[in-house]
Antibody
Framework: QVQLQESGPGLVKPSGTLSLTCTVSGGSISTSNWWSWVRQPPGKGLEWIGEIYRSGGTNYAPSLKSRVTISVDVSKNQFSLRLTSVTAADTAVYYC??????????????WGQGTLVTVSS | DIQMTQSPSSLSASVGDRVTITCRASQTIGKYLSWYQQKPGKAPNLLIYAASTLQSEVPSRFSGSGSGTDFTLTINSLRPEDFGTYFCQQSYSTPRTFGPGTKVDFK
């Protein structure tokens, strides 16, 4: 069973850059799945941020596209999120997740535990 | 973007009740619809994918139906551990979108 684990700073200053890494264990990141980031502001719903394929192909949420970069490091079995020019509105629990593809995308079948990132000075 | 709506936004039910949650997509998504359960402080858990296929190890009291734009999640004989918030999500196209959630608590 694949496992995902987020890591990164829990506090980011306004106008700064949020950087998180997701480490995948128990399976290869080089499988035919999309590796994704989803966030959830405190007390609110789930927001998809974007996804990356093993080849490096990406898709991003239009509302965040100008500020988001997702990258993959196949050698380390990791993928990463970078969100620039953050504001308090970016405060949320950030999850990494696997969007399973068998062969079409079916849903997020594996999730990290989530990490709270607070934007504050 | 495909917008997802859910109803009701919350419900209270008793152990043993049958609970139904509906999800509607703003355009047709075939059967590319998943349901998740989330408990406080935890990541969502995939219950159903492809509108009606039960994820491995999910109890059979959960079932899903629908296609196109209208979908339903049913919990037969509600158990205490079924409290939480339920989300639908479409994988038909990007951006992947979630419904706003339905909070289930106990009377």
């Amino acid at each position: 069973q694949v496992q995902l684990q987020e890591s990164g700073p829990g506090l980011v200053k306004p106008s700064g850059t949020l950087s998180l890494t997701c480490t995948v264990s128990g399976g290869s990141i080089s499988t035919s799945n999309w590796w994704s980031w989803v966030r959830q502001p405190p007390g609110k719903g789930l927001e998809w941020i974007g996804e990356i394929y093993r080849s490096g192909g990406t898709n991003y949420a239009p509302s965040l596209k100008s500020r988001v970069t997702i990258s993959v490091d196949v050698s380390k079995n990791q993928f990463s999120l970078r969100l620039t020019s953050v504001t308090a509105a970016d405060t949320a629990v950030y999850y990494c997740a696997r969007l399973a593809v068998i062969p079409a995308a079916i849903g997020f079948d594996s999730w990290g535990q989530g990490t709270l990132v607070t934007v504050s000075s | 973007d495909i917008q997802m709506t859910q109803s009701p936004s919350s419900l209270s039910a008793s152990v043993g009740d049958r609970v139904t949650i509906t999800c509607r997509a703003s355009q047709t998504i075939g059967k590319y619809l998943s349901w998740y359960q989330q408990k406080p402080g935890k990541a969502p858990n995939l219950l159903i994918y492809a509108a009606s296929t039960l994820q491995s190890e999910v109890p059979s009291r959960f079932s899903g139906s629908g296609s196109g734009t209208d979908f339903t999640l049913t919990i037969n004989s509600l158990r205490p551990e079924d409290f939480g918030t339920y989300f639908c999500q479409q994988s038909y196209s990007t951006p992947r979108t979630f419904g706003p959630g339905t909070k289930v608590d106990f009377k």
